[in-house]
């Protein structure tokens, strides 16, 4: 998924939240010495100290030697521990929890440490530091980008809130077709940015050199943060704001080629596409870029097996104890126990739902429209099950391309050896010229 697991099992840690059931009338200072003591004794590797403050049920998943694998392995990968400051408070039902800035040399995370109304810690894990949306990384501009070749301009489609988004047109060649961008799980901006790499902003920039125009957009999770993201249904997680997106597009026909209107996603972009072409109806085709093929749950659980398998013989129990409550959560969302207002990784249990009751192999089968996919076969974010099934249910169709890259991870940055999750911190690359030539060819034939 876009939405990168990264540092391995921490900053995909499922929140042990055990509700309580009693009514409670609290503010922000009820637990904040405790959850400030918390983190200074994990900062100081107190880990038995840390551990008497949970709750019974999290001890029994994260005891103290189990927590020292998790803070040093995290502070080992990401360059060792700097400091860590107080964010802000946030209160579900008798649940409160603290949030706190805990900086590395490399990257920042954040730490979630959840209170229950008797004081227990009942929940605590760290995920990626949502970026400020008014702070972007340095963006590194591919030699292949001719920047006197288009006109890129910031504009907000209707939306509930409106959708922030940017257009790429090109100079000088009247209505051009059009690519809109549709960007995978987790809170992406339209430039997908995964810390110092913007793989859509690689795309959209390359192919306006190219003379195509495009648009990209803020996913919803993104605009309304992880927190309120647990609201969204697959409608309003997506779908609503490209279909809000191709009416604008159709409404500016003398910068967009309305005839020759593309659909291009990443990852779940990628499961999404189809889904949306089908609902529009009105596609010229849609590029499908590491898209998966078999249920996320299927996929989330390989993610899970195969981040474990780089820990080796040194994998702890709580690196299993993760790869178990990951089955877990994927077995209930199966069996639809799943809460549906519960966050599993990127978004609430009515999404995992609506992605299983809309399948987009059967909706790719269903089209008729040319389709380009692209593959990364360093990718083990989706991973060749994904690509056979594809190349079985899609080959022999005419106006279908299938396009394959040894040595491309899931941002399409080229590497060698096997995957790993710290690539996306070290590897400095764009999007490798041949995916810009490859979809700017497709697009123009």
Not at 160 to 179: E, I, R
Not at 235 to 245: E, K, V
Not at 399 to 418: A, E, I, M, S, W
Request: glycine share 6%; proline share 5%; charged share 20%.
């Amino acid at each position: 998924m876009s939405f990168i697991i990264k540092c391995r099992f921490a900053l995909i840690a499922i929140a042990l939240l055990i509700y309580g059931s009693a009514a409670l009338a609290a503010g922000e200072e009820t637990f904040r010495p405790q959850a400030d003591q918390f983190m200074a004794d994990l900062t100081a590797e107190k880990y038995d100290a840390v551990e008497a403050t949970f709750t019974p049920e999290v001890a029994a998943q994260l005891n103290a030697g189990m927590l020292k694998q998790v803070w040093t392995g995290v502070g080992a990968q990401l360059g060792g521990y700097k400091s860590h400051s107080y964010s802000k408070f946030i209160q579900a039902d008798t649940v409160l929890t603290y949030i706190y800035l805990v900086q590395f040399k490399n990257m920042n995370l954040r730490a979630l440490v959840s209170y229950n109304p008797a004081g227990k810690v009942n929940g605590f894990f760290f995920r990626p530091q949502e970026q400020e949306k008014t702070e972007k990384p340095k963006y590194r501009l591919p030699p292949y980008v001719d920047t006197t070749a288009f006109i890129e301009t910031d504009f907000a489609a209707p939306g509930t809130p409106a959708v922030p988004a940017s257009q790429v047109v090109p100079k000088g060649l009247g209505p051009a077709p059009v690519v809109l961008l549709v960007p995978g799980s987790g809170p992406l901006d339209r430039n997908e940015t995964v810390l110092e790499n913007q793989p859509f902003k690689d795309i959209a920039w390359g192919l306006g050199s190219n003379g195509i125009a495009s648009v990209r957009f803020d996913n919803r999770s993104y605009i309304v943060g992880m927190d309120k993201t647990v609201e969204l249904d697959l409608h309003s997680y997506l779908l609503d704001d490209i279909a809000s997106l191709l009416a604008y597009i159709r409404s500016q026909p003398k910068i967009f080629d309305t005839t020759r209107i593309y659909l291009a996603g990443h990852s779940l972009g990628g499961i999404i596409a189809p889904l949306a072409a089908r609902a529009d109806g009105r596609l010229a085709g849609i590029i499908m870029i590491s898209a998966p093929a078999r249920t996320m749950t299927d996929v989330v659980i390989d993610q899970f097996e195969y981040l474990g398998s780089l820990e080796g013989d040194t994998a702890g129990s709580y690196v299993k104890t993760q790869i178990e409550m990951a089955k877990e959560a994927c077995r209930k969302i199966k069996e639809r126990t799943f809460p549906k207002d519960q966050m599993f990784i990127f978004a609430s249990g009515r999404v995992w739902y609506d992605l299983l009751d809309n399948d987009n192999v059967t909706s790719a089968k269903m089209l008729t429209i040319p389709m380009l996919l692209l593959w990364g076969v360093r990718d083990y974010q989706v991973i060749d099950k994904d690509w056979e099934i594809w190349r079985t249910t899609l080959s022999g169709r005419a106006n279908v391309t299938f396009k394959r890259y040894d040595d491309l991870n899931h941002l399409y940055q080229p590497g060698t050896g096997k995957a790993t999750n710290t690539e996306y911190m070290t590897n400095s690359a764009p999007v490798d010229l041949r995916v810009i030539q490859d979809i700017a060819a497709w697009i123009k034939k």
